[in-house]
Each structure stands twice: as structure tokens, then as C-alpha cells.
């Protein structure tokens, strides 16, 4: 009997390591999302603190107002550049989900594929054995 060769090996193979890729390019794009999440709560942060000390000032002059004011519109410019970013980044998770799903959905037909053809070679296999295990059988009962 001859051994189990599965013809499309390579080609599940290759089919693995592109859906690999894709899924680094998908891991890629969470870290890209982290990092806005990450600049946005420093940007938080630093309003907070720039607040405090406003606060803790005795007495604030309009000039320091202005200034916070200013850095207020700012921060709140940044956080809807920040929104925007996010936006577009949870746009391309999407899509790349897609294409992370249909490769590995390739990858799974060919994996059923041989699944399927093992199957078959495991049940021809047996059926040899058994044809050559009659026939030893019978070999033997023809000589006694």
C-alpha cells in the first residue's frame, strides 16, 4: 500500500502563510487603534493637570485664561482628529476581518479537503489489508 501523499499540500501551505500575513496586518492595525486610544487619554490627562494648576493658582491673570482657553480648543480640535483616526481605523479592522476570514476559510477547505481524502486512502488501506489478509487465509487453507 502505498503512503497517504496529499497533492495539495503546498498550496495549503502557501494558503496558511497568507492568512498568517493577514492576520498580522490585522494585529497591526489593533496596535495602531491602542496607540490612538493611548494618545488620547495622555491628552486627557495633560488637560486635567493643566486644569489643576489653573486651580491652584491664587490668582489667575486674563492672559493664563486665554492660554488655557486656547489649549482647551486645541486639545478639543486633537481629540476630533483623534475621533476621526479611530473612526477609520475600526473601518479598516472591519475590512480586514473580512479578508482574515475568507483566508482562513481557504485554508479550512483545504484542510477538510484532505481530511476527506485521508479518510478515503485510510478506508482503501483497510480494505487491502483485509483482501491480502483473505487471501493469506486462503493460501494457507489450500495448503493444508
Keep these: 500500500m502505498k503512503q497517504f501523499a496529499f497533492p495539495l499540500g503546498r498550496v495549503m501551505e502557501f494558503r496558511r502563510m497568507q492568512a498568517r500575513v493577514e492576520e498580522i496586518k490585522l494585529e497591526n492595525m489593533y496596535a495602531e487603534l491602542r496607540a490612538i486610544d493611548a494618545k488620547e487619554v495622555a491628552l486627557i490627562q495633560q488637560s486635567v493637570e493643566a486644569e489643576k494648576e489653573l486651580r491652584k493658582q491664587q490668582s489667575v491673570s486674563g492672559f493664563d485664561l486665554e492660554l488655557f482657553g486656547a489649549h482647551r480648543e486645541a486639545t478639543k480640535t486633537e481629540r476630533q482628529r483623534m475621533d476621526k483616526a479611530r473612526a477609520a481605523c475600526r473601518d479598516r479592522i472591519d475590512a480586514q476581518m473580512q479578508v482574515v476570514t475568507a483566508k482562513?476559510?481557504?485554508?479550512?477547505?483545504?484542510?477538510?479537503?484532505?481530511?476527506?481524502?485521508?479518510?478515503?486512502?485510510?478506508?482503501?488501506?483497510?480494505?487491502?489489508?483485509?483482501?491480502?489478509?483473505?487471501?493469506?487465509?486462503l493460501a494457507k487453507w489450500k495448503r493444508d
Design 104 to 137: 482562513r476559510r481557504d485554508v479550512k477547505l483545504l484542510e477538510h479537503l484532505k481530511m476527506k481524502r485521508f479518510e478515503t486512502w485510510e478506508k482503501e488501506m483497510f480494505k487491502e489489508i483485509d483482501q491480502q489478509a483473505e487471501e493469506a487465509f
